[in-house]
């Protein structure tokens, strides 16, 4: 499943200095080069450095590493502000 934020929101995030983590399914990790190319050009280099995080909801320990990972980025970024 695959939903893509519209581009106005990333670019209020990115206007109000608030992170953008990224999140998908597995299947959609191997796709990332495509969806980035999808991507305003004004926003590309941005998501381009950005790890997307994969999560599997049929998998609940890959799930509770994934969730673990989405925590840590939102906690960083508390930190960083």
Excluded: C
């Excluded at 050009?41 to 997307?52: C, I, K, P, S, Y």
């Excluded at 998998?59 to 960083?80: F, I, P, Q, R």
């Amino acid at each position: 499943m695959l939903l893509l934020v519209p581009a106005q929101e990333l670019r209020w995030a990115r206007a109000a200095q608030r992170p953008v983590q990224p999140i998908v399914d597995t299947d959609d990790k191997k796709r990332i080069g495509e969806l980035l190319a999808k991507a305003p050009e004004d926003l590309r280099a941005g998501l381009a450095g950005v790890n997307f995080i994969d999560l599997i909801r049929s998998n609940k320990a890959y799930w509770d590493v994934g969730t673990h990972m989405v925590v840590a980025v939102l906690e960083a970024a508390k930190k960083s502000h």
